[in-house]
């Protein structure tokens, strides 16, 4: 199961750090990422980490964003900086292995401009 966390209303400009916990699986996850759903609007891929620690971001977020994990405790982080209002959604974790993709529940991030 995944637990994403850190969510919140920032200002445009500001920062925040997305957590992601994650109990059950340890072994064989082949990559994690963030996605994001903006009301009204399809979930759209925001960012990936291999198990390798290779990066990928998409471009409206690129240079912006950062994700990062913690194998030892099996946590992802998103840190996000510079957010502007058109990055207000709801975020969601996954983490993808053999058994498939495994979902987070989601955290509510909202810029106010």
């Known amino acids: 199961q995944l637990q994403a966390s850190g969510g919140g209303l920032v200002q445009a400009g500001g920062s925040l750090r997305l957590s992601c916990a994650a109990s059950?699986?340890?072994?064989?996850?082949?990559?994690r990422a963030w996605y994001r759903q903006a009301p009204g609007k399809q979930r759209e891929w925001v960012a990936r980490i291999t198990a390798g620690g290779s990066t990928d971001y998409a471009d409206s977020v690129k240079g912006r964003f950062t994700i990062s994990r913690i194998i030892a405790n099996n946590t992802l982080y998103l840190r996000m900086h510079n957010l502007k209002p058109e990055d207000t959604a709801v975020y969601y974790c996954?983490?993808?292995?053999?058994?498939?993709?495994?979902w987070g529940q989601g955290t509510l991030v909202t810029v106010s401009s």
């Open positions: 059950g699986r340890a072994g064989g996850i082949k990559s």
């Open positions: 996954a983490y993808f292995g053999p058994w498939g993709t495994d």
